[in-house]
T-cell receptor, first 113, second 111 residues
């Protein structure tokens, strides 16, 4: 049973516009969320995280929003750049078991020049 | 930023061979992980370790085994590789409640 879901396998955006990647989770015990970026044949690299005590966290062009009541988070990239083209994974963990991170299936972002 | 290394990056082998995928980190992390990922799918946790001489199986059943004799080293072994083992294997280490650092991965193809 997949506890973290990314329902959009792919997203195509024009350079300079906003990219919005979405993620839903089912386990209400999750209280820490992360976004990773992955290029083909490489390991994921950490982008940004958010704790459940916040509803927004920003880092440069990247902003993550958390809606706990909807069990939904999103990653906004503004402005999008061609170098942002990659697969983006969201991940979640729970305070009672920080040893485990649960990952979604990823969204492949293509930023067109 | 990440100081976690995996070798080999790519491996093509025949069915029945024994293989070991290497993973080392220099960050002194106690927690280390092995994930398996197929294209378009989520990362599945197959093994993790709390520290030296501590290993646990993950959520996805795997025929592989792991060992943790030294803090920095967490190798994964397949005694007899099969085509169903073809996948990308990702090693990670991290601090609970913070983030995971991933290696570059090993792309395994079993013919």
């Amino acid at each position: 049973d997949q506890q973290v879901k990314q329902n959009s396998p792919s997203l195509s955006v024009q350079e300079g516009r906003i990219s919005i990647l979405n993620c839903d989770y089912t386990n209400s015990m999750f209280d820490y969320f992360l976004w990773y970026k992955k290029y083909p044949a490489e390991g994921p690299t950490f982008l940004i995280s958010i704790s459940s005590i916040k509803d927004k966290n920003e880092d440069g062009r990247f902003t993550v929003f958390l809606n706990k009541s909807a069990k939904h988070l999103s990653l906004h990239i503004v402005p999008s750049q061609p170098g942002d083209s990659a697969v983006y994974f969201c991940a979640a963990s729970a305070r009672y078991n920080f040893n485990k991170f649960y990952f979604g299936s990823g969204t492949k972002l293509n930023v067109k020049p | 930023e990440a100081d976690i290394y995996q070798t080999p990056r790519y491996l093509v082998i025949g069915t029945g061979k024994k293989i070991t995928l290497e993973c080392s980190q220099t960050m002194g992390h106690d927690k280390m992980y092995w994930y398996q990922q197929d294209p378009g799918m989520e990362l599945h946790l197959i093994h993790y370790s709390y520290g030296v001489n501590s290993t646990e199986k993950g959520d996805l059943s795997s025929e592989s085994t792991v060992s943790r004799i030294r803090t920095e080293h967490f190798p994964l072994t397949l005694e007899s590789a099969r085509p169903s083992h073809t996948s990308q294997y990702l090693c990670a280490s991290g601090i609970p409640g913070e983030k995971l650092f991933f290696g570059s991965g090993t792309q395994l193809s079993v013919l």
